[in-house]
């Protein structure tokens, strides 16, 4: 592992071309190579920020920010993403302050809006509109499906199965086991 990251540290800081092609390793206070988008592969230790991140970032005991995700972040940590993503991720906490489409796995899911594609985690929150939320307590403003011990939303559009199922528009505003939008 030591020799496989001092590999991929002696690449990156002997080409600055792999800044276009795409391979970074961040830590607190530097990049490698110093670019804010990256194509390809980034890590991070302790903190990694970027403006374009497209592709793979894996992120050890980290946060790892980006402005915009296209690809998939696997995080030992937290994932905020300030702007779109298309893809995923898998973090403790993932924090999407902007639209997502793809797939959010976590401990607890803080999402804007999420459309093609659905969150699992422990807790799952979504300010906005979701697709299918699978978790311990998922809370959202409008959901297609709600799958989890506590489901919560203002509008569910297809069912909602679990323990206790709240919906403005359910058949029954609260209801045990499942509920569906009524006619």
């Known amino acids: 592992m030591r020799s496989l990251l001092a590999l991929l540290i002696t690449v990156c800081l002997a080409s600055p071309v792999l800044a276009e ?6 830590g607190p206070g530097f990049r490698a190579p110093d ?25 050890i005991l980290s946060l790892s920010k980006a402005r915009h995700l296209n690809g998939f972040a696997l995080v030992f940590g937290i994932s905020q993403v300030t702007g779109s993503v298309k893809g995923g991720s898998a973090a403790i906490l993932n924090l999407r302050e902007g639209a997502s489409t793809g797939a959010v796995l976590g401990m607890i899911n803080v999402v804007e809006s999420l459309s093609n594609g ?19 307590i998922s809370v ?3 959901s297609l499906v709600q799958v989890g011990f506590v489901n919560a ?10 323990l206790i199922n709240v919906a403005d528009n359910g058949f029954f505003p609260v209801f045990p086991f499942f509920n569906y939008p009524k006619r």
């Open 153 to 162: 939303t203002k509008r569910i559009d297809s069912v909602q199965i679990g």
């Open 140 to 142: 959202s403003q409008r």
């Open 118 to 136: 659905g969150s699992v985690g422990f807790v799952n929150a979504t300010k906005g509109r979701s697709q299918v939320d699978v978790g311990g």
């Open 21 to 26: 092609t795409g391979a970074q390793i961040a």
């Open 35 to 59: 670019d804010s988008t990256v194509k390809g592969f980034r890590t991070s230790l302790l903190i990694g920020e970027v403006d374009q991140m497209h592709g793979f970032d894996l992120g």
